[in-house]
């Protein structure tokens, strides 16, 4: 502590307009020149609780959708038709081998740029806005590698398991829906965390197509009050704490779908 | 075995912290030891800096750095920075100089030194489509418009006019948004408005820059603090006096085609007799 009077006198200042939570922190910024602006400036901490906001729907909405791009996928990829299975393992080519950045600015400009205009409050807007294709990109992108984890996940249940399923009447459909798939995702569960990890992380490449999430946020924020330091430890828990609250909420899941006797 | 990687560690700390210290003092000495001067510029900013059709980086801010390079008798390292890296990498150390487009604001005062007499002054305006129709800056409210991160202006226009600001990490990707219809203006510095339109690239033929410029914000060269006052900040003051004094400002805003500041002129005038 510089001046535990001068910082006092600071503290008293500043309550006047502030509560005693955003009071300590802006004397921390002003005298100790420790700048934590989000917890004292409304302004700041509205952005960056929007940005993280904004984090948190990105990554459940692209969870989801690359969940279910795997699960159609892998069963795509079992089909009779050459064709299917030819279009399921183009499409993976694709996303699997460009970088995630990569395939977001071709969406956004390229793409973009050539789809048709809507009018939204007296201009031409394209038709896909930046968190659309942040959507799009991202989950496309997962769900490359969760048809291939699911792939693997399949292809670990038992032919004797599946044979029986034809024996007893099932359809191909209906076998992987009630016999196949449920095997299968519990065995993919701990790839598939790891991918749904690396997906969250990954959210924060829309930062470059000037989505608003947590690290264009952040940026905004460091680039007027230039509290890059401060903003990145920030950044840092709070990812922490977001891949941490899917890694335990997974970790539940996998314990509660367990199959007593069926693996290790 | 990991005791003595400790005292290892240890002993190499204690080594470094003196040194460090000692760095901090003198930059000058420092680049005519290693021949080499770092500076931070840009190179997506024409006609200030950028890149030539053979990939070098050129331009008016170029120009300049290779006059101070000269005058130590050193080479030039070049890195190219953005607003939102540039004042990190000059704390950080890895870089001497900035000369990048850098707005002189109070805040940054802080955190960087600023070299006076300023080597130019831009002011704000927006570049948009002829189809837009905007006539005042009241125009752009509610409107989505694409800018830089960390252009000083951005605050002040978005707290004054209301616009949606949509946000980019370069100039290239907001421009790219702003032909792909994602904004309907572009908010930056007039001075790279006026030579993108001027650079006669058939894309901009039905753009303008409508607006009056606004808020004319003077640019800096950038020291570390520590340097302002030391021999390598009075160094580059020096400088930068010759080049009003002499005029090779105005020469060089010339040369790149970048329109008459009034702000050069005035300070040319000033200091020619001194």
Known sequence: M????????CMADARGALSAFEAYFKCLADIERINFSIFYDSLDRGRFLVGLWTTVKLSVICLVASVAIGVVGAWLQGSRFALTRRIVQGYIQFFRNTPPLVQLAFFYFAVGAVLPRVPDGGQMVPIVGSFGWAVIAFSFFAGAFNVEIFRAGIQAVPRATVEAAEALGYSRLRAYGHIVLPLAFRISLPALNNNLVNLIKTTTLAYAIAVPEMLYAAAQIWSEVLNVREMMNVLLVTYVALVGLLVWVMGRWER????????A | MLKSMMKLAIGAFALLGPAAAAQA????????????????????YRPWGFLDPSGKIVGMEIDLVNDLAARLGVKVEMIPVIAANRMEFLNQGRIDMILATMGDTADRRKVVGMVEPNYY??????????????????????????????AYYNRRVGQLYSPELVVFPAVPDALNALLGGNCVAFLFDDTLIGSTLASGDAKWKDYEMPLASEDPQLWAIGVRLADLNGPFGEFVKKASTEWHKSGKLIELEKKWGIKSSPYLKATHEKLKGS
């Open chain 1, 2 to 9: 510089a001046d535990p009077d001068l910082f006092g006198r």
């Open chain 1, 256 to 263: 509660a779908m367990r199959i007593p006797g069926y693996s």
């Open chain 2, 25 to 44: 003092q003198d930059t000058l000495a420092k680049i005519k030891e290693k021949g080499v001067i770092v500076v931070g510029v840009k190179n997506d």
């Open chain 2, 121 to 150: 002054a831009g002011g704000t305006n927006v570049l948009a489509p002829k189809s837009a129709n905007l006539k005042q800056w009241t125009d752009i409210k509610g409107k989505k418009v694409c800018a830089v991160q960390g």
